[in-house]
């Protein structure tokens, strides 16, 4: 009976290990991809004319000023550990007043554009930064293993952001573009699915088909950018 507590001890340990370092790996490439997501919406939105993140503060890197108990901790926390193939998280929206833009429906899409396209960037830039640190020396390897697998976090979290938040369903960023490029009758349409947005989007969650219609693209996306850094 004691043996048996030990083995159920001793696998405890070592799930809350797996646990610790899971999190310990995500959270700063999490953290990085929310907060520049979101402060490159309101970045966009300042220099076409709309000044309102800047004027709340919210123009600034200080993960305090984005976070979101549910969608920045609770949600990504809850996925590692019950074992998701990718993660997903929010931050607080950035405030945006599309009236205050200079030309609203057209600068509406770059604005939207502007976190999809940060996360590609950050996908890539970390691709970079995975490739050099594998090809660090042996003697490194307490700095490259850990940097290593930020990298490749990195990489699958900014995919996840980019392709997510480009699916045309307001109150997604491609949903805020579908409604830019669309004629007026048809974009009025669309717009009046934003306050079921995220309900739909759930559904499609609970029921499958949006990890089956995205996920292969994620994991395909993610999966070439990280073997294109890793060597043979």
């Known amino acids: 009976m004691g043996e ?4 159920l001890c001793l696998s405890a340990c070592m799930n809350i290990d797996a646990i610790i370092q899971g999190i310990s790996t995500w959270a700063l490439p999490v953290l990085f991809a929310i907060v520049l997501h ?15 993140a800047r004027f709340m503060g919210r123009l600034t ?19 590692l550990v019950v074992g998701s193939p990718f993660l997903f998280g929010y931050a607080k ?22 976190g999809p396209v940060t996360n590609l ?22 700095v490259s293993q850990p940097l290593a697998l930020m990298c490749q976090a990195s990489i699958i979290i900014n995919v996840v952001l980019c392709i997510f938040n480009l699916l045309p369903l307001p109150p997604l960023d491609g949903g805020r573009v579908a409604v830019g490029l669309l004629p007026g009758p048809m974009a009025y349409q669309l717009s009046r699915l934003e306050p079921f947005g995220f309900l739909i989007i759930i559904l499609l969650l609970v029921s499958g088909v949006l ?9 395909g996306s993610a999966g070439a950018l990280i073997n294109l850094a890793l060597p043979g």
């Open 61 to 79: 890197l200080n993960p305090i000023k984005h976070i979101d108990p549910i969608g920045t901790v609770l949600i990504p926390v809850l996925l």
């Open 93 to 114: 929206p950035v405030p945006i007043n599309f009236r205050k833009l200079r030309n609203p429906k057209r600068d509406m899409i770059w604005v939207a554009l502007a």
């Open 211 to 219: 990890q089956s219609v995205i996920g292969p693209l994620i994991m």
């Open 4 to 7: 048996i507590r030990t083995d």
């Open 121 to 142: 960037l950050l996908a890539l830039i970390s691709t970079l930064v995975l490739a050099v640190t594998v090809n660090m020396p042996g003697s490194m390897e307490w």
């Open 38 to 52: 979101e402060v490159a919406h309101g970045w966009v939105a300042d220099k076409l004319g709309d000044n309102t």
